[in-house]
């Protein structure tokens, strides 16, 4: 409660008793009737009330309806109006008795300038013209909220928070995008291609389940993806929505930094390139090595089962790599001069890829690691011409190709 000042001048002057009258009423008034008086009283906005101050069925805060809203106290919070399609929607769920409580703030403009929200002791309501008024509460608020509330991508909510078809997640469905939660997985966005692909395959109760993951960025290329718990699906503008369900970890040796494309970019072009065999490009680690005598590295003929002694020397730092794990050793060059080099000691799958070679010979070396051949077709990845002279960026994986990587022993299932 406010400590009330009286101006001692008020109290010496008889003819100004009326004044201190109305202060002291003011004072002395409810909480609920302050509000209303701050709101403009009969004269504003919320008009006349048809009801008077009342105990709220919960037993612990008062309400007061008016013509046009209502005003709610709760003793440790304070006095908020709702009113509107927000008051409806609260009333549709239950008043303070929902799981929403008692309203934290009077219905307030959204920054977008826009829509309308309230905010409650255990969630919001979100109005807008073209979406209506919405819950978000738990998880997904806190996820919505994290992105920037309407501000984001998501814009605003078109649901209450509903449970899943399979009654075990929840999820909350917005103008750009949905957001799905589950015990197991937490609160995760979905929007876009993915989603749409997503939605068509049964949403959690496709093969995929939930989200495990926002839609991220691939290799910081314009690609993106979202992980679920049994796999990903991937989306970039050439090879449009891919649904991956086997990952290759590949670790990342680097004995001299690439200059004609970057790593990012070498991975990004691999990962949309397997994306089409359905094989997601993971990097496990990367690691740098000084080891300048193997910079230049002898792969003799560059044979698969023939190795020189510096191949296997090198082939030998395997840090963090576990079974079923690639390496790629990013070399200066190799003797004599190649692109990469697909030929590893056995037991020790990976490449090495040199430091002029093309957006295409990372995928392309581990092409051959996981067990495809040459061929003299320049519109695909395993030309045998080099991949520079590749004519159709993202070059082709054939069918039987794809088949044949996701069947390597070094292609495991998400
Ligand atoms: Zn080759």
Redesign the pocket.
């Known amino acids: 409660m406010a400590k009330l000042t009286i101006d001692p001048k008020l109290v010496q002057a008889k003819e100004l008793n009326v004044e201190l009258l109305k202060q002291l009423q003011v004072f002395q008034a409810h909480p609920i009737t302050q509000k209303y008086w701050a709101l403009g009283g009969a004269s504003g906005w919320l008009g006349t009330n048809t009801t008077t101050i009342r105990t709220c069925p919960d037993g612990v805060g008062q309400y007061q309806h008016f013509v046009n809203g209502s005003i709610y106290y709760h003793p440790s919070i304070g006095a908020h109006e709702v009113h509107g399609l927000i008051r409806a929607r609260w009333q549709s769920m239950g008043w303070e008795r929902s799981l929403l409580g008692y309203p934290l703030t009077d219905e307030s403009s959204c920054p977008d300038g826009i829509g309308r929200f309230n905010h409650f002791q255990g969630g919001s309501i979100y109005w807008s013209p073209s979406s209506g008024a919405w819950e978000v509460h738990g998880a997904i608020r806190a996820k919505y909220s994290s992105f920037g509330w309407e501000r984001s991508f998501l814009r605003y909510p078109l649901t209450n928070e509903t449970t899943c078809p399979d009654g075990v997640g929840r999820f909350n469905h917005f103008q750009g995008g949905s957001i799905y939660w589950s015990p197991s997985t937490g609160a995760h966005e979905v929007h876009g291609a993915i989603r749409s692909h997503w939605a068509s395959l049964g949403w959690e109760r496709s093969a995929l389940g939930y989200p495990t993951s926002d839609e991220l960025v691939v290799f910081g290329g314009a690609a993106r993806i979202s992980h679920f718990q049994h796999g990903s699906i991937y989306w970039s503008p050439t090879a449009g929505v891919r649904v991956l369900r086997e990952r290759v970890r590949v670790h990342v040796k680097i004995l001299e930094t690439p200059v004609s494309f970057t790593i990012n970019e070498q991975f990004a072009a691999m990962q949309e390139v397997y994306a089409v065999a359905g094989v997601r490009v993971d990097c496990a680690s990367t690691e740098n090595l000084n080891l300048p005598t193997l910079k230049d590295v002898d792969v003799g003929g560059?044979t698969m089962g023939s190795v020189s002694s510096e191949q296997i020397i090198l082939f030998g730092n395997r840090n963090f790599v576990g079974t079923n794990d690639v390496v790629v050793y990013f070399v200066r060059s190799t003797v004599p001069g190649?692109?990469?080099?697909?030929a590893h000691p056995s037991g020790r799958p990976g490449c090495v890829v040199v430091r002029s070679a093309s957006r295409w010979t990372l995928g392309?070396?581990f092409?051959?690691v996981l067990g495809i051949?040459?061929v003299n077709d320049n519109n695909r990845l395993?030309?045998?011409n080099g991949?520079f002279n590749i004519t159709n960026p993202p070059p082709d994986l054939t069918s039987s190709e794809s088949s044949t990587m996701r069947n390597s022993s070094l292609t495991t299932p998400l």
Not at 338 to 342: E, H, K, Q, V
């Open positions: 560059c190649y692109n990469g080099c697909a392309h070396e092409g051959h051949h040459h395993m030309t045998g991949t």
